[in-house]
């Protein structure tokens, strides 16, 4: 988290529509019907973006685009593994971005297999929040205090916040 994947993913969007090709961008809806929205980095830069309820549904709409762009690819079921694979052997090139691992360090949902069968892998790094070091971890926090190892992976509505960590802190 606050390693700038967002901004990562629009800047490469970016040059392939410059570069005249289709692109499409979607991530993980707020429920399962599809809406317009925008993936947004941490400074503000955005990009429009649908959102969508299941991976299936990009092989739908990815239909006519030369590339496809994931933000949170995290939040998508493993079926999205696939959809990836599938695009990419149609000669589509398909940018992911999401979280490589959660709030425990433990792999984060389909990151495993999409990080072993993707041709390039870039990790970005964010500043821990707390020695300004390289952080690679997202720290949890519940009202200031780090949450529990046994919370859910994904708590809707709680209100909790992130911080970027270094493995030390
Ligand atoms: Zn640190």
Redesign the pocket.
Known sequence: MFSGKSEELIRRLRRAEIAGQRVLIVKPGIDNRYDISHVVSHSGVKMRAIGLGGAADIVRFAEGYDVVGIDEVQFFDEDVISVCLDLADRGVRVIAAGLDTDFRADPFGPMPGLLARAEFVDKLQAV??????A?TRTQRLVDGAPAPFTGDTIQVGALDAYEA?????
């Open positions: 821990c929040h707390r020695c300004g070091g952080a960590r270094c493995r030390r802190c």
